[in-house]
């Protein structure tokens, strides 16, 4: 049976499978993603990415998400911060600046470097949405929190008791007034610069951290009032710095990214 090399990395805890595409095919995945995502019969991970060459001109690379439960995802704030320091490390790239291209656009990443080792990344989120008809729609019965699309789709509730977040994570995820499912975050403000958050993500539950999810949480704090428009997300896994800039209204996100370990597994 034929075996693929693989890359077990992480940022902030969120953890996925990397695999260089321009080198290596996977047929199918989706199913890939259910079988090597597994964390007793598989690799165990979050989900797979997929780090591919860029079809357009505007980009360096491209990236594909495919979540645990086979489901491709929109974009992913630590997978770009992982393949940023992939391509730099591996030597696919000596560029410090490197155009990504995503199911939500082309994002810009900046690598901090010293001694050839990427300390952190940081990452151009673009514009925070706060209506998309695609992505949300509004229903009276939902409960009270904040709609931000970071080019996928998160609802953030602002509580004291954030360990709910698997209850209200696994009924809202698919909530009628979520047409494409929802990442759901409970966060709580600790000062005007520090929101404490815990994540569901659509398509894999529970995670460690999601770099989208803590740039929605950031913009839904600063936008109702509750921090001012730069904070430091804690989540489980780790801190992710955010600053939403008046200047450009884009949300930059800043934060470190891991190698676990290498591998071959059996092509699915």
């Known amino acids: 049976m034929n075996k693929i090399p693989f890359t077990k990395m992480h940022g902030a805890g969120n953890d996925y499978i990397y695999v260089d595409t321009i080198h290596h095919n996977i047929p199918?995945?989706?199913?890939?993603?259910?079988?090597?995502?597994?964390?007793?019969?598989?690799?165990?991970?979050?989900?797979?990415?997929?780090?591919?060459?860029?079809?357009?001109?505007?980009?360096?690379?491209?990236?594909?998400i495919f979540n645990a439960d086979g489901s491709e995802a929109m974009m992913c704030g630590n997978a770009s911060r992982c393949i940023g320091k992939y391509l730099y490390e591996r030597g696919l790239t000596k560029k410090k600046e490197i155009r990504l291209l995503t199911l939500s656009g082309v994002k810009t990443l900046w690598l901090k470097v010293?001694?050839?080792?990427?300390?952190?990344?940081?990452?151009?989120?673009?514009?925070?949405?706060?209506?998309d008809d695609t992505l949300f729609k509004d229903m009276q019965n939902l409960e009270e929190g904040t709609f931000v699309s970071m080019g996928n789709p998160h609802y953030v509730i602002f509580t004291d008791n954030v360990d709910q977040v698997g209850e209200k994570g696994h009924s809202l995820e698919?909530?009628?007034?979520?047409?494409?499912?929802?990442?759901?975050?409970?966060?709580?403000?600790?000062?005007?610069?520090?929101?404490?958050?815990?994540?569901?993500?659509?398509?894999?539950?529970?995670?460690?951290?999601?770099?989208?999810?803590?740039?929605?949480?950031?913009?839904?704090?600063?936008?109702?009032?509750?921090?001012?428009?730069?904070?430091?997300?804690?989540?489980?896994?780790?801190?992710?710095?955010?600053?939403?800039?008046?200047?450009?209204?884009?949300?930059?996100?800043?934060?470190?990214?891991?190698?676990?370990?290498?591998?071959e597994i059996n092509i699915i």
Request: proline letters at 5%; one cysteine or more; glycine letters at 10%.
């Open 28 to 64: 199918d995945p989706a199913a890939a993603a259910i079988a090597w995502s597994d964390r007793h019969k598989g690799i165990g991970s979050d989900g797979l990415v997929l780090i591919g060459a860029s079809p357009i001109p505007e980009a360096d690379f491209s990236m594909r």
């Open 114 to 131: 010293r001694d050839d080792d990427v300390e952190s990344v940081t990452v151009d989120m673009l514009q925070p949405l706060f209506e």
């Open 174 to 263: 698919c909530h009628p007034a979520f047409p494409q499912r929802c990442n759901i975050e409970l966060a709580h403000i600790i000062d005007n610069d520090t929101i404490h958050t815990r994540v569901w993500e659509r398509g894999s539950g529970i995670t460690m951290a999601c770099g989208t999810g803590a740039c929605a949480t950031a913009v839904a704090a600063a936008h109702t009032g509750r921090t001012g428009r730069s904070a430091q997300v804690v989540m489980d896994g780790g801190t992710l710095h955010i600053e939403w800039h008046e200047s450009d209204n884009h949300v930059y996100m800043t934060g470190p990214a891991e190698f676990v370990y290498d591998g």
